[in-house]
Nanobody
């Protein structure tokens, strides 16, 4: 069984910074991609940033230049450094893991996706 442990959310004033962490553990054969999404009340879940196994990084348009995603591949951990936070960054931030794990029947392995439980980020004006 694979688990995601998120940490680092909280309350911060506009212009401040926060750092989120997400560590994956369990039966992971390989990681295809790992990243962060967010969902604000009344809005759909959207990409914040993700990083694929080859190192390519993608950012959501609204966070480009302010947020930085990084990873420790040896520990299956991804970090999100959030600077110059704005009130509109307020949301629940979810870690996402796209990985290959054990198969569940006739296959030796299978590709799976897992979401974290979410961590609240609140930016006050």
């Amino acid at each position: 069984q694979v688990q995601l442990e998120e940490s680092g959310g909280g309350l911060v004033q506009a212009g401040g910074s926060l750092r989120l962490s997400c560590a994956a553990s369990g039966s992971i054969f390989s990681v295809n991609a790992m990243g962060w999404y967010r969902q604000a009340p009344g809005h759909e879940r959207e990409l914040v940033a993700d990083i694929v196994s080859g190192g390519r990084i993608k950012y959501g348009d609204s966070v480009q230049g302010r947020f930085t995603i990084s990873r420790d591949a040896t520990k299956n951990t991804v970090f999100l450094q959030m600077n110059s936070l704005k009130p509109e960054d307020t949301a629940v931030y979810y870690c996402n893991l796209d990985y290959v794990g054990p198969g569940d029947g006739t296959q030796a392995y299978s590709r799976r996706e897992l979401w974290g439980q979410g961590t609240q980020v609140t930016v006050s004006s």
